[in-house]
């Protein structure tokens, strides 16, 4: 089965062909665009959701070209012409509502004029099926920094699975018992991880988004230079809370008033160990009450290295099987959207696909 992904939750607009077997093999990755307006969000320090909106208007259209045109060779050459493609996935929701509706209403016009089915598709489902997805074994677009554990998800007995989201907007431990069976065990109270590294290198003044910023100045920082606070690190249930750290790191930048290098540079290793700190924590403590036997991450955050390196060697030493998506498939991509739409494939009547901002796990 191919299908094409389209991803516009956000500020990146993503098109992508995958190709399917049977479930008991990845999914294979033909192509795989994005287009970010992260430039001109960098400029005013954050999202501007409308800004969002009409950046995924201009880049919609030329993305999905561009995308059958890598994946399957094909352009649009004739009105009647048509991909070969047996399915559309589309993101409903969560995100900006500007910014999905132009995905949603690509998806469904191209559904409805190529009379092809589509697929609704979660964006945290997405984040998680990233890690079902092989990369092109033509030496195209691989990752070289690929740390997690060779052995594939589909290779083993996996089920029941843990799987932490940790993305710019969501912090979420969800048990997987089987595909499509998704129960959300507990999530953050207030800012997202993702959100957490953002809002800190702001206070650095540090370029938005600041998460992978963050991990290269934390190389040269002693991450126990400072004592940050874990909040709910010993909580009994599994929610996380990170607003407290952005409070005392600005309390901390207060006193010392001028920030230099090797300061900025401490306070970035022990921002960035803080959180692994309390998903490592969080994150351990579910999978032992549900003994899973794999834990899977995904979202931009899961592409950092320090908290990749920190949870492969805590699943060995706990007998867990690791895996994370490739470093390029842990931010937003459609990819990861065609994934979750085959292994969860809900085709919806045109007139019932419908964006949902506010839509999480059940
Ligand atoms: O999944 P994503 O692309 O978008 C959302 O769905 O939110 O995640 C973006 C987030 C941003 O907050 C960014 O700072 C963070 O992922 N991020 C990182 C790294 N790369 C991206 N955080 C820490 N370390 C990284 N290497
Ligand atoms: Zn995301």
């Known amino acids: 089965m191919r299908i094409l992904g389209i991803e516009t939750s956000c500020d990146e607009t993503g098109a992508a062909v995958i190709e399917t077997t049977d479930q008991h093999s990845l999914v294979k990755l033909l192509s795989n665009v994005i287009a970010t307006s992260l430039v001109l969000h960098a400029q005013t320090g954050g999202i501007i959701p409308e800004v969002a909106a009409r950046e995924q208007l201009k880049f919609i259209l030329p993305t999905i070209q561009q995308a059958l045109k890598d994946g399957l ?39 409805m004029v190529w009379n092809k089915p589509i697929i609704p598709v979660n964006h945290l489902y997405g984040h998680i099926y990233a890690n079902w997805i092989t990369q092109r074994t033509d030496g195209r677009d691989t990752d070289s920094s690929e740390i997690c554990t060779p052995l594939s998800v ?26 499509g069976n998704l129960v959300w065990l507990g999530g953050t109270r207030d800012d997202a991880a993702g959100e957490a590294f953002d809002k800190i290198g702001r206070l650095l003044g540090l370029p938005y988004p600041a998460g992978v910023t963050i991990s290269k100045l934390a190389q040269q920082g002693n991450p126990v230079a400072f004592h940050f606070p874990k909040p ?83 699943c060995s030493e706990s007998g867990v099987r690791f895996f994370a998506p490739a470093k390029n498939l842990c931010t937003d991509n459609a990819a990861m959207i065609g994934a979750a739409a085959w292994y969860n494939n809900h085709q919806t009547p045109i007139e019932n696909v419908q964006a949902n901002p506010e839509l999480y796990f059940d």
């Not at 050459?77 to 999905?100: M, R, W």
């Not at 589909?154 to 089987?178: E, Q």
């Not at 991450?297 to 390196?309: C, P, S, W, Y």
């Open 232 to 314: 709910m690190l010993h909580s009994a249930d599994f929610d996380f809370s990170f607003s407290g750290l952005k409070t005392a790191i600005l309390r901390e930048v207060q006193i010392i008033k001028k920030l230099d290098d090797i300061t900025i540079a401490n306070i970035c290793a022990c921002t960035q160990q803080t959180i692994i700190d309390v998903l490592l924590a969080k994150t351990f403590k579910a999978a032992e009450k549900y003994k899973v036997k794999a834990i899977l991450l995904g979202g931009g955050v899961a592409a950092n290295e320090q908290l990749r390196n920190q949870f492969a060697v805590r």
């Open 154 to 179: 589909v290779s083993f007995p996996i089920f029941p699975a843990l799987a932490l989201v940790v993305s710019g907007g969501h912090t979420d431990l969800v048990l997987m018992k089987k595909h």
């Open 73 to 111: 060779n094909w352009t649009y050459a004739k009105t009647d012409q048509i991909p070969p493609i047996d399915a559309l996935a589309v993101t409903v929701g969560p995100g900006l509502i500007g910014s999905l509706l132009v995905g949603i209403e690509t998806a469904k016009t191209l559904a």
